[in-house]
């Protein structure tokens, strides 16, 4: 079975700064999803950023980018220029693909990494 | 574009007693999801529907669960003799039809408290 690790429960960055949130996974697929989605306190879950497991490139979103290395299945999550506004929540969620046998419905969450920033 | 919606917010509820939970996702939105998230963890999949048809629960789902989604639209999630360790926030969430690539829109989610 899939699984996603999150090693940081919690992590602090200073205003303006840059930060990596880190995310392992385990998967004997060789083609899935990578997303991280932030959670704002009280507030709704929205997507930052996903990869496509057979694309080379790393996604980028702002100021929002990730370093995937899939052969060490690794995908972390770099927050450059951090504002307040980012303290929240974030998870990173894996899915496989639906025609290799990857469940539709089954979003694999990590246990989350809690993002403050300090003013 | 007016997100997710779901009812209530928040419901305490004592041990044995049943509760429902909506969930109106996004229009033009197929597919529905409902997870699970307690303190600390991240979200865990219950079910998922695409259009009106149930495809896939999780092992999480006991007998004591259950979701519709009748006619395609909202969905509703029973829990029937509630128990303390139901106690969680429950996300629904929905997606456009196409790519699974395609991002899921969550609900700000029902909070339920079992006493």
């Known amino acids: 079975a899939q699984t996603v690790t999150q090693s940081q429960p919690e992590m602090s960055v200073q205003e303006a700064e840059t930060v990596t949130l880190s995310c392992t996974y385990d998967?004997?697929?060789?083609?899935?999803?990578l997303f991280w989605y932030k959670q704002p306190p009280s507030r709704q879950m929205i997507l930052v950023i996903r990869?496509?497991?057979?694309?080379?490139q790393n996604a980028t979103e702002n100021r929002f980018s990730v370093n995937f290395q899939k052969a060490a299945k690794s995908f972390s999550l770099k927050i450059s220029d951090s504002q307040l506004g980012d303290a929240a929540m974030y998870f990173c969620a894996y899915r496989g693909r639906v025609n290799y046998g990857g469940s539709q419905g089954n979003l694999i969450f990590g246990k989350g990494t809690k993002l403050s920033v300090k003013p | 574009d007016t997100g997710v919606s779901q009812d209530p917010r928040h419901k305490i509820t004592k041990r044995g007693q049943n509760v429902t939970f909506r969930c109106d996702p996004i229009s033009e939105h197929n597919r529905l999801y409902w997870y699970r998230q307690t303190l600390g963890q991240g979200p865990e999949f219950l079910t998922y529907?695409?259009?009106?048809?149930?495809?896939?629960k999780s092992r999480l789902l006991s007998d004591r669960f259950s979701a519709e989604r009748p006619k395609g639209s909202f969905s509703t999630l029973e829990i029937q003799r509630t128990e303390q360790g139901d106690s969680a926030m429950y996300l629904c969430?929905?997606?456009?039809?196409?790519?699974?690539?395609?991002?899921?829109?969550f609900g700000n989610g029902t909070r339920l408290t079992v006493t």
């Open positions: 998967t004997s697929e060789s083609d899935y999803y």
């Open positions: 969430a929905s997606s456009p039809p196409g790519s699974y690539n395609s991002p899921l829109h």
């Open positions: 990869q496509e497991a057979y694309k080379q």
């Open positions: 529907f695409q259009n009106e048809a149930q495809l896939e």
